[in-house]
């Protein structure tokens, strides 16, 4: 089984990538760019788990270790065989 | 209208961050936990473009800018309002 699990700042959060991002397309001519932010993705295979337990792992690795909970928000999603 | 991009490495490619957070996670006593890869993830806010051109402009800045076609690969989602 696979999770997805996306870690992006806060909406509160000053996300300097992203405005550096941002300012690099509106330099380079992409129009119609109005906000950049950059976030994390992990892929996590999981075996032997069922969904339940699936979802327990991830939301607790998630929250505990993949997240750092002042700064950032995650969700993600759980891709079942 | 908000374009999700997801950028991750190439299957054949390694990935050491992936690899030391698995370790980590291992250590830590999560079960179950086989692999972990990790990308990067851009929430790209678009302004005055329809759908068609919406998609035009993401796959270039995907393909031009954000990612690295060496070694990653990326996928796309668009939310229409």
Same mark, same amino acid.
């Given at each position: 089984? =696979?999770a997805y699990v996306y870690v992006s700042? $806060? =909406? #509160?959060?000053?996300?300097? /990538?992203? $405005?550096?991002?941002?300012?690099?397309?509106?330099k380079m001519g992409y129009q119609g760019? #109005?906000?950049?932010? /950059?976030? $994390?993705? +992990? !892929?996590? &295979?999981?075996?032997?788990?069922?969904?339940? /337990?699936?979802? /327990?792992?991830?939301?607790?690795?998630?929250?505990? %270790?993949?997240?750092?909970? %002042?700064? !950032?928000? +995650?969700?993600? #999603?759980?891709? &079942?065989?």
């Open positions: 089984m =696979k700042p $806060k =909406k #509160s959060v000053l996300d300097p /990538q992203g $405005k550096t991002i941002h300012g690099a397309l509106r760019v #109005s906000d950049v932010r /950059q976030g $994390k993705y +992990f !892929e996590v &295979t999981l075996d032997g788990l069922d969904e339940a /337990q699936a979802r /327990q792992e991830v939301e607790r690795m998630a929250r505990e %270790v993949l997240t750092n909970p %002042v700064i !950032e928000e +995650f969700r993600y #999603s759980l891709e &079942t065989p």
